[in-house]
């Protein structure tokens, strides 16, 4: 066995690279990233949080958040508009269309992370998802 197979780390990323690739094979056809897949989720579960916000919950630096929004603003999914309390702030916004992209989109994510776990089971996916989460969590 090649040494970087016995790598815990490695094997993370390897399998993170895969998942990603995965993820962008089945979100092709939309023109959707794997990069915009997480920020698009967000603004699906709470419309109008700010740049700052998505950084934070996406674990992404303000550089990238900036270039994926303005890809997705481009593509007329997302608006961005300033805070009025503070104009400093932009809140991004879903656009009709990024709003309607949710029902064809998220079971084809749905299908690749399906994809990805085939032959595990409840239980061993219950504690894949715990497992990850621990050593996610020992890090911060």
Same mark, same amino acid.
């Given at each position: 066995?090649? !040494?970087? +197979? +016995?790598?815990?780390?490695?094997?993370?990323?390897? $399998?993170?690279?895969?998942?990603?690739?995965?993820?962008?094979?089945?979100?092709?056809?939309?023109?959707?990233?794997?990069?915009?897949?997480?920020?698009?989720?967000?603004?699906?579960?709470?419309?109008?949080?700010?740049?700052?916000?998505?950084? &934070?919950?996406?674990?992404?630096?303000?550089? $990238?958040?900036?270039?994926?929004?303005?890809?997705?603003?481009? *593509?007329?999914? !997302?608006? *961005?508009?300033?805070?009025?309390?503070?104009?400093?702030?932009?809140?991004?916004?879903?656009?009709? +269309?990024?709003?309607?992209? &949710?029902?064809?989109?998220?079971?084809?994510?749905?299908?690749?992370?399906?994809?990805?776990?085939?032959?595990?089971?409840?239980?061993?996916?219950?504690?894949?998802?715990?497992?990850?989460?621990?050593?996610?969590?020992?890090?911060?």
């Amino acid at each position: 066995m090649h !040494i970087f +197979e +016995e790598n815990l780390g490695f094997i993370i990323g390897k $399998t993170n690279s895969k998942m990603k690739n995965n993820l962008a094979r089945a979100l092709k056809p939309y023109n959707v990233t794997h990069e915009q897949w997480p920020l698009l989720k967000w603004l699906w579960v709470e419309d109008g949080i700010s740049q700052r916000e998505l950084a &934070e919950r996406s674990y992404k630096d303000q550089p $990238t958040i900036t270039r994926i929004l303005d890809k997705l603003e481009q *593509r007329g999914l !997302i608006r *961005r508009q300033a805070d009025s309390g503070d104009r400093r702030v932009s809140l991004i916004y879903l656009t009709k +269309e990024g709003q309607e992209i &949710e029902a064809s989109l998220k079971p084809l994510a749905r299908k690749a992370l399906e994809h990805a776990l085939r032959g595990l089971s409840e239980e061993e996916r219950s504690q894949l998802t715990n497992l990850m989460n621990r050593i996610s969590a020992n890090i911060d």
